[in-house]
């Protein structure tokens, strides 16, 4: 990792996914996620597939070394449901993958739609038995008259196969679209939110969950907030929160009651008056939260801006970055084309000094909390020379246009960045444009 | 569709529909503000070009639009829908402060504004309330065009848009789903031969009320203003015709 000094310079690494510009509606991707020691990068698309890469290190034992995600195992996780009562289909869209820590040779990852989560078990199998006394190599059983002698089959090498096998499904707790899936540090549990509840599973049982936060309303019609995410606190056991659509974050204690709809604290930040608007609420509707690695702080993603909270303080954010300040004032026509809709997610870097999350006109947005230093990078073919430096970029919010400079009303609002991850480790970053991952690399790693 | 007789003056989507430039052409523009592509570029003017009430106008149109439409077969999403009715509740608000609390006040209230030679947006009557609502005083150089559209927004806006809240906002109470709705009325019911059910489909839009809150168990808790909730209890207990009723629209 780079020094606190050092400047951090992104390199192209990889690209994956078709070139083409006319994007497979099944392709989009919509979530990525490294497994914990990074080693594994996860994505869901919107055809509910998984597609998992390992990382292939070359020269590992140098200062800088070249890393490559090769595909590993590609599987069919969800699929289309339609539900007959309500006449409607369930998209196979993965909302949401999470790794399990690994404590065996197998990998473990919880994948959800809209409403059913799964748990899939990805193997190697290198090995093959051979000399069965009763089968042939083909597979076709021998007349056992011809069977003289009998032989223990052994083991022998094969080609590396990962097979994906689905071994829970966690389904029909859910009434409500299923937005967040988090894993418990006691490694046995983990919830399940959808807009109006959030349920505590045990990982081994899958007929039975626990209903931990309820906040629908007996009458329907007084229902003005829902719940946009929610996740686990990285240690301690007892601990989540969940964010709403009115900007405010609840941090519940399990061991307070069995049902978490009072919260421990309350987070959230009075309205500034002098940005009022019609569309206040909406652009203050947190689409992420995040804790940090060392579980002092999380972070949230509202429409414009990046959060840092403090978890002993409750009435105010200690940082706020702006992630696309020069959108306050086209607000009425994001509002337009849905674009104020969209859910950015954000992330911590390995030591939680960087955080990162994506705008639009495939632009995602790094600050560095201890140097109070941002930028600006962009995910395109046209940068994806190996090894090629990103060049910061800069967005033009009025006056005169400078040079290199893109104004706002240039930018694409069809190209967006809603999903990143960061390597838990090292400085490699996963980027997820519609239908492309790249992975970018610190130069000095 | 838009809301009832809401009519559209310097909207975004106007400017969007008189744009016909490539979207790809030109990435990138010396410097100018204003225009636009379709597909994905930013149009319209911005929030300063608009008054308050005008951006009003246009945000309560719009959330009309969003709240009506809807992709058959999908799920409408829960937060997307809360957002938009806190929004054209907000809007409410806006207008109910403004002016005062009934259509036929607010009506009579802005025909005298607009009776004035000078052409005020907002009158002297207006203006004595909280100031931070209102928009200021059109200027002198607005076109004439435009400020004779305006009485028509102005008229038509108030009656109409205020019934159409409490429409909305009970019509979207998550409780109707359109979906549904649009499918059973193209369903030919004479079909059915147990008397129960043609009174069924006419509550029309109490059918999914049930059908999407049986697995919360909340059926109890419906709202007693509906009648016939009775007869649908007992259609709903009639699973040989739910299993005839959904081939039909599976099929369809």
């Known amino acids: 990792m780079a020094g606190p000094g050092g400047d951090m310079q992104w390199c192209f690494s990889q690209v994956k996914g078709a070139i083409d510009d006319d994007v497979a509606e099944a392709d989009i991707i919509s979530t990525v996620e490294f497994n914990h020691t990074g080693e594994l990068l996860a994505t869901g698309d919107k055809g509910?597939?998984?597609?998992?890469?390992?990382?292939?290190?070359?020269?590992?034992?140098?200062?800088?070394?070249?890393?490559?995600?090769?595909?590993?195992?590609?599987?069919?996780?969800?699929?289309?449901?339609?539900?007959?009562?309500?006449?409607?289909?369930?998209?196979?869209?993965?909302?949401?993958?999470?790794?399990?820590?690994?404590?065996?040779?197998?990998?473990?990852?919880?994948?959800?739609?809209?409403?059913?989560?799964?748990?899939?078990?990805?193997?190697?199998?290198?090995?093959?038995?051979?000399?069965?006394?009763?089968?042939?190599?083909?597979?076709?059983?021998?007349?056992?008259?011809?069977?003289?002698?009998?032989?223990?089959?052994?083991?022998?090498?094969?080609?590396?196969?990962?097979?994906?096998?689905?071994?829970?499904?966690?389904?029909?707790?859910?009434?409500?679209?299923?937005?967040?899936?988090?894993?418990?540090?006691?490694?046995?549990?983990?919830?399940?939110?959808?807009?109006?509840?959030?349920?505590?599973?045990?990982?081994?049982?899958?007929?039975?969950?626990?209903?931990?936060?309820?906040?629908?309303?007996?009458?329907?019609?007084?229902?003005?907030?829902?719940?946009?995410?929610?996740?686990?606190?990285?240690?301690?056991?007892?601990?989540?929160?969940?964010?709403?659509?009115?900007?405010?974050?609840?941090?519940?204690?399990?061991?307070?009651?069995?049902?978490?709809?009072?919260?421990?604290?309350?987070?959230?930040?009075?309205?500034?008056?002098?940005?009022?608007?019609?569309?206040?609420?909406?652009?203050?509707?947190?689409?992420?939260?995040?804790?940090?690695?060392?579980?002092?702080?999380?972070?949230?993603?509202?429409?414009?801006?990046?959060?840092?909270?403090?978890?002993?303080?409750?009435?105010?954010?200690?940082?706020?970055?702006?992630?696309?300040?020069?959108?306050?004032?086209?607000?009425?026509?994001?509002?337009?084309?849905?674009?104020?809709?969209?859910?950015?997610?954000?992330?911590?870097?390995?030591?939680?000094?960087?955080?990162?999350?994506?705008?639009?006109?495939?632009?995602?947005?790094?600050?560095?909390?201890?140097?109070?230093?941002?930028?600006?990078?962009?995910?395109?073919?046209?940068?994806?020379?190996?090894?090629?430096?990103?060049?910061?970029?800069?967005?033009?919010?009025?006056?005169?246009?400078?040079?290199?400079?893109?104004?706002?009303?240039?930018?694409?609002?069809?190209?967006?960045?809603?999903?990143?991850?960061?390597?838990?480790?090292?400085?490699?970053?996963?980027?997820?444009?519609?239908?492309?991952?790249?992975?970018?690399?610190?130069?000095?790693? | 569709m838009l809301g009832r007789g809401v009519k559209r003056k310097w909207s975004c989507l106007e400017e969007l529909e008189a744009e016909t430039l490539p979207a790809a052409a030109e990435k990138e523009r010396n410097g100018e503000e204003g225009g636009g592509d379709d597909d994905g570029f930013l149009v319209g003017p911005s929030k300063s070009d608009m008054n308050h009430l005008q951006q009003r106008q246009l945000v309560l149109g719009l959330c009309m639009e969003k709240l009506q439409s809807y992709q058959a077969g999908m799920e409408l999403s829960l937060r997307r829908s809360v957002l938009l009715i806190n929004t054209l509740r907000q809007i409410q608000e806006d207008m109910q402060s403004e002016g005062a609390g009934t259509s036929e006040t607010l009506l009579n209230h802005t025909d005298s504004c607009l009776l004035r030679e000078d052409m005020q947006v907002t009158c002297p009557g207006c203006a004595e309330e909280d100031g931070d609502s209102l928009s200021p005083p059109l200027s002198p150089e607005f076109p004439s065009q435009e400020a004779n559209s305006l009485p028509d927004q102005q008229k038509s806006l108030p009656a109409a848009a205020i019934n159409t809240f409490s429409d909305a906002v009970s019509a979207m109470g998550y409780l109707s789903d359109l979906t549904l709705d649009d499918i059973f009325d193209d369903i030919d019911t004479s079909m059915y031969e147990t008397s129960e059910l043609p009174s069924a489909w006419s509550a029309g839009s109490l059918w999914p009320i049930s059908v999407s809150l049986w697995t919360d168990e909340d059926v109890k808790m419906r709202p007693p203003s509906h009648p016939s909730a009775g007869t649908l209890q007992s259609c709903l207990m009639d699973l040989n015709e739910l299993d005839h009723i959904m081939e039909i629209l599976v099929k369809s």
């Open chain 1, 48 to 445: 509910g597939r998984v597609v998992i890469f390992q990382q292939e290190i070359e020269n590992k034992n140098l200062p800088q070394f070249r890393s490559e995600y090769n595909v590993y195992s590609t599987f069919q996780s969800h699929e289309p449901e339609f539900d007959y009562l309500k006449s409607l289909e369930i998209e196979e869209k993965i909302n949401k993958i999470r790794w399990l820590p690994q404590k065996n040779a197998a990998q473990f990852l919880l994948s959800t739609n809209d409403k059913t989560i799964k748990l899939w078990k990805i193997s190697e199998r290198d090995k093959r038995p051979e000399g069965y006394n009763l089968k042939e190599e083909d597979g076709r059983y021998k007349d056992p008259n011809s069977i003289t002698s009998l032989r223990v089959p052994v083991l022998i090498p094969m080609d590396l196969m990962v097979e994906a096998s689905p071994r829970r499904v966690f389904a029909n707790a859910h009434t409500y679209h299923i937005n967040s899936i988090s894993v418990n540090s006691d490694e046995e549990t983990y919830l399940s939110a959808d807009d109006l509840r959030i349920n505590l599973w045990n990982l081994e049982i899958t007929d039975r969950s626990f209903n931990i936060v309820d906040i629908k309303p007996a009458n329907m019609e007084e229902l003005t907030e829902v719940i946009t995410a929610a996740e686990f606190h990285p240690h301690q056991c007892n601990t989540f929160v969940y964010s709403s659509s009115k900007g405010t974050i609840r941090l519940c204690d399990m061991r307070a009651s069995a049902l978490c709809d009072k919260q421990s604290k309350l987070f959230e930040e009075p309205e500034d008056p002098s940005n009022r608007s019609f569309f206040s609420e909406i652009i203050s509707s947190i689409s992420d939260v995040k804790f940090s690695h060392n579980g002092r702080y999380m972070m949230t993603r509202d429409y414009l801006s990046v959060k840092i909270w403090d978890l002993n303080m409750e009435n105010r954010p200690v940082e706020t970055y702006q992630v696309h300040e020069y959108l306050r004032s086209k607000l009425c026509s994001l509002y337009e084309n849905d674009c104020i809709f969209d859910k950015f997610e954000c992330c911590w870097n390995g030591n939680d000094s960087v955080v990162m999350t994506g705008s639009y006109n495939n632009f995602f947005r790094m600050f560095d909390r201890g140097q109070r230093r941002d930028v600006t990078l962009e995910a395109s073919r046209e940068n994806s020379k190996p090894m090629q430096v990103l060049k910061p970029r800069k967005v033009c919010a009025g006056g005169k246009r400078k040079k290199d400079e893109i104004s706002v009303d240039s930018l694409d609002f069809n190209k967006k960045i809603l999903h990143t991850a960061w390597h838990p480790q090292d400085n490699i970053i996963a980027v997820a444009t519609t239908n492309n991952l790249y992975i970018f690399q610190d130069k000095v790693n």
